[in-house]
């Protein structure tokens, strides 16, 4: 087990790492590494060891985090002012509110209730507009979130008749496989869902944001087209059990 101490002094240089991956993974690809956004996935560590992330670099990052109620006192943080911050966990209806005015991007929209709920609240709060990316359940896993192939053309229709929601992409979590290579069909799909999609001219900048990929597949996520990567564990070692 590492200490908190050292852990902490490696976050700078696990940054690096993941970011030369993803560069290298990228042109692999011919794609270019400015089209994959890093989330540093934060949840469960604290201010400080955000703060190292958000030190190294220079204060261009975003953070992922996926409990309203432990990321309301990090983004009060005015260390950390100026670091873009993503909802990655279920909204529950009780903390839409909280999260319509912490978060810049809620990337587990699931539902049709809350995606009027969403946007009801941003009325409400004077938020002109509220990025979300559609949590998509590839698998029939019925304990995960995320909606169904079936229910997807519902809830993007929904989403254009919410005035203050701006739908960005798509965001999956796959099954876990601890080889890698059995979650590219996952992704594949996710991206023909986004092209379909994209083809119907529904999002908001109309290229359509595939999120998706985490510290043991993300590679793979980069060949399959992701546009934004959620890393934890790479970046800020194993998360204690809570
Ligand atoms: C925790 C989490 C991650 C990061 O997982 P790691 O394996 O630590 O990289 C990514 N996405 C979601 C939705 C998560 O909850």
């Known amino acids: 087990m590492q200490t908190l101490k050292q852990l902490d002094s490696q976050v700078a240089a696990n940054l690096a790492d993941v970011r030369a991956q993803i560069e290298q993974r990228a042109h692999d690809a011919g794609r270019e590494p400015q089209q994959i956004k890093l989330i540093c996935v934060s949840k469960t560590h604290p201010v400080e060891v955000l703060r190292k992330a958000f030190d190294a670099a220079g204060g261009e990052i975003d953070f992922g985090e996926n409990r309203v109620q432990e990321a309301e006192s990090k983004i009060a943080e005015t260390s950390l ?39 009801r609240l941003c009325a409400e709060e004077a938020r002109a507009e509220l990025p979300v990316l559609i949590q998509v359940r590839l698998a029939d896993e019925a304990t995960k979130a995320g909606v169904e192939e079936s229910e997807l053309p519902a809830l993007v229709e929904t989403i254009k008749e919410c005035a203050r929601l701006r739908l960005k992409g798509l965001m999956t979590i796959p ?38 990929g985490m510290s043991h597949d993300y590679k793979v996520a980069i060949e399959e087209g992701a546009t934004m990567i959620r890393v934890g564990t790479a970046i800020f070692g194993e998360r204690a059990a809570r």
Request: no cysteine.
């Open 175 to 212: 099954p876990f496989f601890a080889d890698a290579e059995q979650v590219r069909p996952f992704f594949r799909r996710l991206r023909e869902l986004r092209d379909e999609l994209r083809a119907q001219n529904v999002f908001a900048d109309d290229a359509g944001e595939l999120s998706m």
């Open 81 to 119: 002012r100026g670091a873009g911050w993503h909802l990655i966990g279920n909204l529950q209806a009780n903390k839409a509110r909280r999260a319509v005015k912490l978060f810049d991007v809620i990337q587990t929209l699931d539902s049709i209730d809350l995606a009027k709920r969403l946007d």
